[in-house]
Nanobody, 123 residues
Framework: QVQLVESGGGLVQPGGSLRLSCAAS????????EGWFRQRPGMEREFVGA????????SYADSVKGRFTITRDDAKNTVYLQMNDLKPEDAAVYYC????????????????WGPGTRVTVSS
């Protein structure tokens, strides 16, 4: 079974950048599609973006398109979420998840989740 752990969250000013990492252990991520979700206070967990198991396709929510980029490094068993031009509304706990459905945009389509990492966007 794969275990996922996110890292890289923290405090950033509006307009700044952060790179989140999702490191896997226990098994290779090569056969999994990877999704990133976020949950803002009082709101449901929402889809941010995803990358296909082979890295050939990515998809993003409209709210982050053009600002966020997902990549994967299978040699390091890690998936990344590069976040640029961050806005206060991007503040949330960010989760990575692994699943076998493409393109999964709903939480139930992912079976493995990390514990999350918090991103705060504030001046």
């Amino acid at each position: 079974q794969v275990q996922l752990v996110e890292s890289g969250g923290g405090l950033v000013q509006p307009g700044g950048s952060l790179r989140l990492s999702c490191a896997a252990s226990g098994r290779s991520l090569r056969t999994y599609n990877e999704g990133w979700f976020r949950q803002r206070p009082g709101m449901e967990r929402e889809f941010v973006g995803a990358i296909k198991y082979n890295g050939e396709s990515t998809s993003y929510a409209d709210s982050v398109k053009g600002r966020f980029t997902i990549t994967r490094d299978d040699a390091k068993n890690t998936v990344y979420l590069q976040m640029n031009d961050l806005k206060p509304e991007d503040a949330a706990v960010y989760y990575c998840a692994a699943g076998s459905i493409w393109l999964g945009t709903a939480t139930y389509e992912y079976s493995i989740w990390g514990p999350g990492t918090r991103v705060t966007v504030s001046s």
